[in-house]
């Protein structure tokens, strides 16, 4: 059965760091690109950051470039999201996704995404 699981959530004020992992299983890790979305109440869910299959290439959304680096260990069939110098903006559910190819090509659209994690909660406040 395959399954996407999100953890490392949580309360951090702001400038914190946090490291999200999405554990996978029921499928080949290697063969597909893993994007993290994120869903702030009220909101539409956007794209935060996608890894290619081998991890050669990513990608960020602009309010996250520069703070948020998505990594991956095949191996492990994990997938991480290290956020650092959070701010109250970045407050929001968290989920990871599998591509249903082993490229990027950009964030979205969600329906390239064929399966998810239930995601994590990340709040920043002080």
């Known amino acids: 059965q395959l399954q996407l699981v999100e953890s490392g959530g949580g309360l951090v004020q702001p400038g914190g760091s946090l490291r999200l992992s999405c554990a996978t299983s029921g499928f080949t890790l290697a063969d597909y690109a893993i994007g993290w979305f994120r869903q702030a109440p009220g909101k539409e869910r956007e794209g935060v950051s996608c890894i290619n299959s081998s991890g050669g290439y990513t990608n960020y959304a602009d309010s996250v470039k520069g703070r948020f680096t998505i990594s991956r260990d095949n191996a492990k069939n994990t997938v991480y999201l290290q956020m650092a110098s959070l701010k109250p903006e970045d407050t929001a559910v968290y989920y990871c996704?599998?591509?249903?190819?082993?490229?990027?090509?950009?964030?979205?659209?969600?329906?390239?995404?064929?399966?998810w994690g239930q995601g994590t909660q990340v709040t920043v406040s002080s």
């Open positions: 996704a599998k591509r249903s190819s082993s490229f990027c090509a950009g964030l979205g659209p969600t329906s390239r995404y064929d399966s």
